[in-house]
T-cell receptor, first 113, second 111 residues
Framework: NAGVMQNPRHLVRRRGQEARLRCSPM?????VYWYRQLPEEGLKFMVY????????ESGMPKERFSAEFPKEGPSILRIQQVVRGDSAAYFC???????????FGQGTRLTVV | SQKIEQNSEALNIQEGKTATLTCNYT??????LQWYRQDPGRGPVFLLL?????KEKRKERLKVTFDTTLKQSLFHITASQPADSATYLC??????????FGAGTRLAVHP
């Protein structure tokens, strides 16, 4: 059973471009979470999704950021018109239920130049 | 606002000793608390989950306590090894895995 797969591992975008981060949860997991980590800071919750539904997006900026978890395919975190402040490591996690251990991917490191 | 505090300074200990890491939280009553390990450039790896009605949990050389009165969790690694060197993250949660993470404590175990 493969772990949580995120790609790409590293992504460089120029200011104003779009960034698409993909996350394939572990097999059998229907709960997906996205977190952002800035250097020397803790992970910050962004959004929680179940198949085809956004359950909680309270940690996601209202503008330029969106997330989806379609019936088929990976979860996508999309950042439009990226700015330098979006540079961070973005981690996806999945779990088979709600109050159980979460399995994290290796992250996508986004650099905006 | 909700706050999770972990020792910001690195913890340096000798191999074979017990490492004790502290996690304090304020303005929150979590249903559970989790500990993760994170190595540089990698994603967090789950270690232990303890619920609000549990005082202590053990797994091999790891032990975690949860004191809801003090709003504190202690994480212990007994018989520490250099391979235990990493950053350890504390996270509190409510109804689902919407976790609030501390900034982590870096542990260095010296031979």
């Amino acid at each position: 059973n493969a772990g949580v797969m995120q790609n790409p591992r590293h992504l460089v975008r120029r200011r104003g471009q779009e960034a698409r981060l993909r996350c394939s949860p572990m097999k059998g997991h229907s709960h997906v979470y996205w977190y952002r980590q800035l250097p020397e800071e803790g992970l910050k919750f962004m959004v929680y999704l179940q198949k085809e539904n956004i359950i909680d997006e309270s940690g996601m900026p209202k503008e330029r950021f969106s997330a989806e978890f379609p019936k088929e395919g990976p979860s996508i975190l999309r950042i439009q018109q990226v700015v330098r402040g979006d540079s961070a490591a973005y981690f996806c996690a999945s779990s088979p239920g709600q109050i159980v251990e979460a399995f994290f991917g290796q992250g996508t490191r986004l650099t905006v130049v | 606002s909700q706050k999770i505090e972990q020792n910001s300074e690195a913890l340096n200990i000798q191999e074979g000793k017990t490492a004790t890491l502290t996690c304090n939280y304020t303005n929150y009553s979590p249903a559970y608390l989790q500990w993760y390990r994170q190595d540089p450039g990698r994603g967090p790896v789950f270690l232990l989950l303890i619920r609000e009605n549990e005082k202590e949990k053990r797994k091999e050389r790891l032990k975690v306590t949860f004191d809801t009165t003090l709003k504190q969790s202690l994480f212990h690694i007994t018989a520490s090894q250099p391979a235990d060197s990493a950053t350890y993250l504390c996270a509190v949660g409510g109804g689902y895995n919407k976790l609030i993470f501390g900034a982590g404590t870096r542990l260095a175990v010296h031979p």
